[in-house]
């Protein structure tokens, strides 16, 4: 299957299959589309696909710190935050 990932510095996606997975950075909150069914990426699978989101996170998150992919911080804190999979 074909995979693609993006790096924004709002938001980091991966898309494989009919699945899209965008991790917003500031919230840390994880969105699931079926892009095949849901092309406007109007309905949000996370709560109702919590092992596909899982196997996305990692993988999302295997890629970027294969590329030592910079993360932000918290202005208030310092605090670097997590990449997807909360590690």
């Known amino acids: 299957q074909r995979q693609m990932c993006i790096r924004d510095s709002a938001y980091s996606a991966i898309m494989k299959g009919d699945y899209h997975l965008i991790y ?25 696909m919590p092992d596909k989101v899982k196997e996305l996170a990692a993988e999302l ?16 804190t310092g605090e670097v935050i997590p990449f997807p999979d909360g590690k």
């Open 24 to 48: 917003t950075w500031e919230t840390r909150q994880l969105r699931l589309y079926n892009v095949k069914e849901d092309i406007g990426e109007q309905h949000d699978l996370a709560q109702a």
């Open 61 to 76: 998150s295997d890629y970027l710190r294969e590329r030592d992919a910079q993360r932000p911080s918290l202005k208030a």
